[in-house]
């Protein structure tokens, strides 16, 4: 599930339950410059689309266009999504339907938006970059030469391993015990 804020959550919650999921009004507590940086963190996200707002009918509007036009916001099925509820398809496929009989994607059929989630990769001159250089020389490194070399307490030598190196990066630490140097930490060539 997408992480979201409290406030996004809030609105799209909110959303869900109006007709036609439109997202006005925004919660009380939420005015001016903060709106419309959360809401434009939503539009970006995908969660919230702008609408032609039908003024005639009492729909709120979110911003003037500048021609007389209002425009509302709604919550997209990814909005809804993020919130876990799935959208409602209003032309659901018989059973046993095929794309090639309804112009859809069978549902575990995956999509290009769907592609395995990036890997990850430390920025260039970094301690984390740093650490990485240290365990991949083909001497490895001793927790207190890492320490020597970032700054860093023993502590959080270990920490970075175990959580930035192993579990973020997926990359698999190694240590052995050599004589007159200590525990020495390594990781594969790459």
Do not use: C
């Not at 909110?14 to 940086?37: C, D, F, M, N, T």
């Amino acid at each position: 599930m997408t992480k979201l804020s409290d406030t996004q959550a809030l609105i799209l919650s909110a959303a869900a339950q109006r007709p036609e999921h439109i997202a006005l009004p925004l919660p009380e507590s939420l005015r001016g410059g903060a709106a419309a940086k959360v809401v434009g963190a939503m539009l970006a996200k995908g969660f919230l689309e702008e609408v032609d707002a039908d003024i005639r009918r009492g729909a709120p509007v979110w911003r003037e266009t500048g021609d007389g036009h209002g425009v509302t916001l709604i919550a997209t099925d990814a909005g809804l999504a993020a919130i876990g509820i799935e959208p409602v398809d209003a032309n659901p496929a018989p059973a046993g339907a095929t794309e090639a009989t309804t112009g859809k994607p069978a549902p575990d059929t995956p999509t290009d938006s769907e592609a395995p989630p990036k890997a990850r990769t430390p920025r260039e001159g970094t301690k984390q970059a740093t650490l990485i250089a240290m365990l991949r020389a083909p001497d490895g490194a001793t927790i207190e030469e890492i320490m020597a070399a970032t700054g860093w307490q023993s502590h959080t030598v270990r920490g970075a391993m175990a959580g930035a190196i192993k579990k973020k990066l997926g990359l698999e630490v190694t240590s052995e015990k050599i004589e007159d140097r200590g525990r020495v930490y390594k990781l594969p060539a790459a």
